[in-house]
C-alpha cells in the first residue's frame, strides 16, 4: 500500500479552500495531497500543488471570469486545461464573491455526465476486461 503524504499546500490557502467548499454542504472535499471536489466522476474544483485555485467552467461563464479578473486557464504539468481558470490568488480570499462560480461549476460537472470509469467502477467491469467462458 502507498503510503500518502502530507500535503505541500499553505495552510491558509487550504483553509480559505475548506471555507468555500463549506458554504454548500452537499459538496464533499476529497483528496489528501492534491485537494479536490467532483460529481459523478467529473472534478470541478482543485487545489494546485501550490494552493491556487482551479474552478472548472462552462463557455460562457469561463471566458466571462478570464476577462472580469483578467486570469488565464489553468496550466498542469505544462498541458493546458481547457475547461478550468486559474482563480487568482487575491480572489480565494472573498468566499462570497467565490461562492457562485462553486455553483456554476458543480452544475457544470453535473451536465457532463458520468464519466466513463466511474460507469465502469459502478457495473464492475474493469479495464480490458475479458469475458470468461
Known amino acids: 500500500m502507498a503510503k500518502k503524504t502530507a500535503s505541500t499546500i499553505p495552510a491558509a490557502k487550504l483553509e480559505l479552500y475548506e471555507r468555500l467548499i463549506a458554504t ?29 485555485l482551479r474552478l472548472r467552467l462552462p463557455d460562457a461563464e469561463r471566458d ?3 476577462k472580469k479578473y483578467r486570469t488565464t486557464l489553468a496550466v498542469s504539468s505544462g498541458v493546458v486545461m481547457k475547461d478550468f481558470v486559474a482563480v487568482p490568488p487575491r480572489l480565494l480570499a472573498r468566499t462570497a464573491e467565490l461562492k ?19 460507469k465502469r467502477a459502478a457495473t464492475g467491469a474493469t479495464k480490458g476486461a475479458r469475458a470468461v467462458r
Open 24 to 52: 454548500d454542504p452537499t459538496i464533499e472535499r476529497k483528496g489528501v495531497t492534491l485537494p479536490y471536489t467532483s460529481i459523478s466522476g467529473r472534478m470541478f474544483t482543485y487545489l494546485s500543488p501550490t494552493g491556487d
Open 64 to 66: 466571462a471570469f478570464l
Open 100 to 118: 457562485p462560480y462553486l455553483g456554476i461549476s458543480r452544475a457544470y460537472a453535473e451536465r457532463l455526465g458520468t464519466k466513463g470509469s466511474a
